[in-house]
């Protein structure tokens, strides 16, 4: 009976502690299931990639093995992305997995902002749950929490981070490239090599 309790006490500690306050599951019930076709300028179909939502994301990451897209059609960077992160998801037989940061594709939806006590709580949570670190050691503005730039690709083997791929290219339905580029140079190829590799550490 004792050890029954126990558990019992220890579910409703676990449970509480991971429970989300009324403000931040309002927030996160602005949530927009993206129309990826629609959205995004260079795909022709949602194959392959699926939107989740905060709470069943934090869910995922405690155990699942699966690959991660952070970003939305609102980031040019994204935009150019996305068709290759499909490509090589539908090349490995893999499926993506889409959080959008900015719940309603409008910069005041953003959680990483942490303008108030709601978005830095969710924010904060993301984080620690993606096992997310900046690779230039950049900081959400006014905080010490890590910002996730966007597209950043992750995957996660049994609840693990395994590996990420972070770039912010462009592109003019041909050529995948750098803004900063005097002379275009073409990443597509390099690009979905890593992404390749990424999607290989979670077979």
């Known amino acids: 009976m004792k050890k029954i309790s126990l ?7 676990l449970l509480g ?6 403000d931040e599951k309002k927030f996160l019930s602005l949530y927009e299931n993206p129309d990826y076709a629609l959205e995004y300028q260079y795909l022709e179909n949602d194959q392959n990639i699926v939107s989740i939502e905060y709470q069943s994301l934090m ?3 405690k155990k699942d093995t ?18 290759f992160i499909q490509k090589s ?9 889409n959080f959008n940061p ?12 942490c303008t108030n006590k709601t978005t830095l709580g969710l924010y904060k949570r993301f984080i620690e749950m ?42 003019d ?4 490239y750098l803004d900063d580029d005097e002379v275009k140079v073409d990443y597509s190829a390099s690009y979905l090599n890593e992404l390749n590799e990424l999607m290989n550490k979670i077979k």
């Open 7 to 13: 558990i019992c006490l220890m579910l409703f500690f």
């Open 17 to 22: 502690c991971s429970s989300l306050s009324k």
């Open 59 to 61: 869910k995922k990451l």
């Open 66 to 83: 699966f690959i991660l897209y952070v970003g939305g059609s609102w980031c040019n960077n994204c935009q150019a992305s996305l068709p």
């Open 89 to 97: 998801a539908i090349n490995n037989d893999v499926i993506i997995y």
């Open 102 to 113: 900015r719940l309603k594709n409008e910069y005041e939806y953003d959680i990483r902002n």
């Open 130 to 171: 993606t096992k997310y670190q900046n690779p230039l050691g950049i900081k959400t503005e006014n905080t010490d929490i890590d910002r996730m730039s966007v597209p950043t690709v992750l995957a996660y083997k049994k609840g693990e981070m395994v590996g990420y791929v972070t770039r912010e290219y462009l592109y």
């Open 173 to 176: 339905g041909k050529i995948l």
